[in-house]
């Protein structure tokens, strides 16, 4: 358990902006193996609520009140596939959800009240036609690309599709912040997530969005990928704290935009 929470510790450190690494809070989430009853201390990083709003900070975090709302639109990787096993129960269409998945991690670390729109199977496209007409809340997540790379759907749909959702967001009052899917054996899925990763990258420089990059952070935990979308528990806890480091949390006696800082573990 030790040498995997280590592992945790270097990818997040070799893939992560050094500012937003948040070591200690990795490992000793890690350790907990199963355990989800309580998380390590944890301070997310303070912003300013004359922040909030679609564009990112200084440090390239989105900033949300603590009263908001964070929304998570996905396919499996938000759902939370797994297994079947103890950590699991059946959820949409009968697949097994993880007891805790990763928006559901969020909201303990952040104290922010976490939407989870995670459905398995579901393409970018039919998301967007999904929820287009619904409230994005001061986040919007995009957990996208295991389902479209599955399907077979081409990179250029995927980025037009994506080009629509986050402009929806931002105009909405939204900031935005995308997560890359993971690493998988199939080559020919590979191919295709591979494309839908460079699409997710050219948003990211385009549309001013936020974008936590798993593959390599899951490959270094654990080099070998799953057959399938599932992850175990551990990483969908390490991808919440991946994604907690991306985003600042503001009060009402939050500090003025210039004395913001990079989230940090509470070191007691």
């Not at 609520?49 to 396919?75: R, W």
């Not at 950590?87 to 939407?115: D, I």
């Not at 599709?161 to 929806?168: G, K, N, P």
């Not at 690493?183 to 001013?208: D, I, N, P, W, Y």
């Amino acid at each position: 358990m030790a040498s995997r929470g280590a592992a945790a510790l270097e990818a997040l450190r070799g893939f992560m902006p050094r500012h937003l690494v948040c070591g200690f809070a990795a490992i000793a989430c890690l350790a907990l193996g199963g355990c989800l009853s309580t998380l390590p201390p944890y301070r997310p990083a303070v912003g300013a609520l004359a922040d909030v709003g679609p564009s990112l900070n200084a440090y390239s975090q989105a900033t949300v009140p603590k009263a908001g709302l964070i929304v998570v639109e996905g396919d499996n990787l938000a759902y939370g596939e797994v297994l079947r096993g103890k950590a699991a129960h059946r959820g949409v269409g009968g697949v097994w959800q993880a007891k805790a998945p990763f928006p559901e991690v969020l909201n303990g670390l952040l104290g922010v009240r976490v939407e989870n729109r995670g459905e398995p199977g579901q393409t970018l496209a039919e998301g967007e036609r999904l929820w287009s007409d619904k409230p994005c809340g001061n986040l919007l997540i995009l957990a996208y690309g295991y389902s479209d790379a599955q399907r077979g759907v081409k990179a250029a749909d995927f980025s037009a599709a994506l080009s629509r959702r986050i402009a929806e967001a931002h105009a909405k009052g939204a900031s935005v912040i995308l997560v890359s899917p993971p690493h998988f054996r199939s080559k020919r899925v590979e191919r295709s997530a591979e494309a839908l990763r460079t699409a997710l990258k050219a948003a990211q420089t385009s549309q001013g969005v936020g974008l936590v990059d798993l593959a390599p952070i899951l490959a270094k935990i654990d080099p070998r990928p799953n057959p399938g979308a599932y992850q175990d528990q551990a990483a969908y806890r390490t991808i919440a704290y991946a994604v907690a480091a991306y985003i600042a949390v503001a009060q009402e006696s939050a500090p003025p935009s210039s004395s913001m800082r990079p989230l940090t573990p509470d070191p007691s």
